[in-house]
Each structure stands twice: as C-alpha cells, then as structure tokens.
C-alpha cells in the first residue's frame, strides 16, 4: 500500500503556475514534518519546501522562496505546494516526503516515507 501519493504536475509555460497534492495514508498519516523535493536529471535530489504538521513552521529552499507555498489540510491528510512564477529550471520530478527520523527537514536523508514523484515540466 502507497503511504504517500502525489498528484498535480504537468506541464505549463514559464511563469504559469501548477499546485501539487499529497496524500499520507498508514504509517505516514501520523508525520511529524512533511516536504517536498526534486529532482531534474543528472542531478541529486533537493529539498524544496517542509513544514511541521499540525501548524507548525515552513522552510523553504532559497531557490524557490517567495515563490513557491507549502500548505496542509489535516482533515485531508494532505499536504499541498502551490507553485507560482514557474521557471524552466523548476522542471524536474517532485517528490513528497514523511516523518523526519533524523536530519533536517530539507534533507532527502531525513525523511521515512516517500511517494512515487509527479513530473513538472516548464517551458520557456
């Protein structure tokens, strides 16, 4: 059983906007932090965006600052990334993360649970 699925990518035009979905299920549903993350090809996974759930605080890679938004639904059990002012260099698999067993939260290390990813693609 998937703990963590992911929906939402696509592809749009720079500057467009797309927001990812994930939801947690099972072991994953009871997460301290969750994240995003990426991965373009040829490149190692970055974290993007977490947050503390339950209202607790956000990170953000500097690269996406101001423009990217980590949000939750905890009656949905999800939690979303609103992306705006969309660049080619966004373009990249993303990948939603749970549960924090060590590490920080923007580290690909730290985290227990991941989800099979959803392709962003952005175009100039």
């Known amino acids: 059983q998937r703990q963590l699925v992911e929906s939402g990518g696509g592809s749009v035009l720079a500057g467009g906007s797309l927001r990812l979905s994930c939801a947690a299920s099972?072991?994953?549903?009871?997460?301290?932090?969750m994240g995003w993350f990426r991965q373009a090809p040829g490149k190692e996974r970055e974290g993007v965006a977490a947050?503390?759930?339950?209202?607790?605080?956000?990170v953000y890679a500097d690269s996406v600052e101001g423009r990217f938004t980590i949000s939750q639904d905890t009656a949905k059990n999800t939690v979303y990334l609103q992306m705006n002012s969309l660049k080619p260099e966004d373009t990249a698999m993303y990948y939603c993360?749970?549960?924090?067993?060590?590490?920080?939260?923007?580290?690909?290390?730290?985290?227990?649970?991941w989800g099979q990813g959803t392709q962003v693609t952005v175009s100039s």
């Open positions: 993360a749970a549960v924090i067993i060590n590490g920080t939260p923007l580290s690909q290390y730290a985290y227990k649970y």
């Open positions: 099972g072991d994953a549903y009871n997460a301290n932090w």
């Open positions: 947050i503390h759930i339950g209202g607790g605080p956000t």
